[in-house]
Each structure stands twice: as C-alpha cells, then as structure tokens.
Nanobody, 124 residues
C-alpha cells in the first residue's frame, strides 16, 4: 500500500515556475515507477510525465517536454515536478501516481495509487 500526498501548487503568472512535490509513504517506494497527470476543468485527465524506479528513465508529454522536469529522491520517498515557462493552458489539478514495477507508462489505468491532487493556476 502506498499513500501519496502532493504539495507545491498555487497561482503563478505566465512564464513563471513552480515545483510540485509528492511524498509517498511505505518502505517500498523505490520499487515504484511514478507519474504526474493533470486534469483541467471540463477535460479528461492527461499524462504529464513519468519516471522509473531508479530515476534513470523519464518520459514526457509533448506539451510539456523541455519545460517540465520530473525527478525523484528515493531516500526521501519523494517525486518532484519542476515546471518552468508555465502557460495558462497548464492550469489544472495535478496528481501524482504510483505503479509497482519499474516501467514507465503514460496511461493512467496502469497506475495503482493516486494522490488527492494539487491545484496549479497560471494567469495570463
């Protein structure tokens, strides 16, 4: 069982930056691949980024590649999403998710555990 708690969301102007954190409980965190997803009002949840258990493999949605960076610190049971050059279209609730096993996936059904989400609002 893994419990996930996101933090770091907020209101930022376009072009600004935010860093989201996702703290995980459980001693087996290092065996989980982690992902970030987001859901804007009236839209379906979409993939943002994922990272393998070791951090050696990362994968990004085309819409955020080059602006967002996913990383993890297994000693702290935490995964991060550094978001730079934010745009109004990045406004959404951001969720972190965990899946057992090391492979990264962009499909939300592959993930077993989810956090409660953190709101990110980018003003123009």
């Amino acid at each position: 069982q893994v419990q996930l708690v996101e933090s770091g969301g907020g209101l930022v102007q376009a072009g600004g930056s935010l860093r989201l954190s996702c703290a995980a409980s459980g001693r087996t965190f290092r065996s989980y691949a982690m992902g970030w997803f987001r859901q804007a009002p009236g839209k379906e949840r979409e993939f943002v980024a994922a990272i393998s258990w070791s951090g050696g493999v990362t994968y990004y949605a085309e819409s955020v590649r080059g602006r967002f960076t996913i990383s993890r610190d297994n000693a702290k049971n935490t995964v991060y999403l550094q978001m730079n050059s934010l745009k109004p279209e990045d406004t959404a609730v951001y969720y972190c998710a965990a899946r057992a096993g090391g492979s990264v996936y962009s499909t939300d059904t592959e993930y077993e555990y989810w956090g409660q989400g953190t709101q990110v609002t980018v003003s123009s």
